[in-house]
């Protein structure tokens, strides 16, 4: 059973523009999440994460929003850049096996010049 | 430096043959970890290493998935009897440590299996 889950499958946003995406989880012992972004041919790497005592963490253009209480979190890309086109996934773990990431199914983003 | 190799990049296999997948993770890193990501769907869990130890296994879908890293340093993924269920693209990435430290893994490009 998918407990992260990432329901738009794609995102399309003009260059400069800002980019939102969302992910939703069901597991309440979740603590920690995190984003990856993924280009063709590569693997995963890392873009940012929120632990679950804040609701928000910010790293250049990218900021993460943790709602707790609606056990969701989006991450925001402002301004969008070409180079950001790539799948991007939410990640979840818990504090009692937090070495296992759970992942949504991923959303793909297309910034337009 | 390098990063974390997988290979082959691509394997193509017949139903019920045996499979092998290798990983390289980052030098010193002592944690490693395999996840599969089928069609449409994001990566998930099937086995972590700490050191040469499989510390928790729980994801492997059945006894044909078998992992081993004797050394601590390279692990290999075994498939046996494959179906075509299997088909996925099998990515490994290491860490630093595992742990509350949130040691961020480091993933290889994954290899993709093919099973016809």
């Known amino acids: 059973d998918q407990q992260v889950k990432q329901n738009s499958p794609s995102l399309s946003v003009q260059e400069g523009r800002i980019s939102i995406l969302n992910c939703d989880y069901t597991?309440?012992?979740?603590?920690?999440f995190l984003w990856y972004k993924k280009y063709p041919a590569e693997g995963p790497t890392f873009l940012i994460s929120?632990?679950?005592?804040?609701d928000k963490n910010e790293d250049g253009r990218f900021t993460v929003f943790l709602n707790k209480s609606a056990k969701h979190l989006s991450l925001h890309i402002v301004p969008s850049q070409p180079g950001d086109s790539a799948v991007y996934f939410c990640?979840?773990?818990?504090?009692?096996?937090?070495?296992?990431?759970?992942f949504g199914a991923g959303t793909t983003v297309t910034v337009r010049a | 430096g390098a990063g974390v190799s997988q290979t082959p990049s691509n394997k193509v296999t017949e139903k019920g043959k045996y499979v092998e997948l290798r990983c390289d993770p980052i030098?010193?890193?002592?944690?490693l970890y395999w996840y599969r990501q089928s069609l449409g769907q994001g990566p998930e869990f099937l086995i972590y290493?700490?050191?040469?130890?499989?510390?928790?296994d729980s994801g492997l879908p059945n006894d044909r998935f078998f992992a081993v890293r004797p050394e601590g340093s390279v692990s290999t993924l075994k498939i046996q009897r494959t179906e075509r269920g299997d088909s996925a693209v099998y990515l490994c990435?290491?860490?630093?440590?595992?742990?509350?430290?949130?040691?961020?893994?480091?993933f290889g490009p994954g290899t993709r299996l093919t099973v016809l």
């Open positions: 990435a290491s860490s630093l440590i595992a742990g509350r430290t949130y040691n961020e893994q480091f």
């Open positions: 597991n309440s012992m979740f603590d920690y």
């Open positions: 929120i632990s679950s005592i804040k």
């Open positions: 990640a979840a773990s818990e504090v009692s096996n937090d070495y296992k990431l759970s």
């Open positions: 030098s010193g890193h002592t944690a």
């Open positions: 290493f700490q050191g040469t130890g499989a510390a928790d």
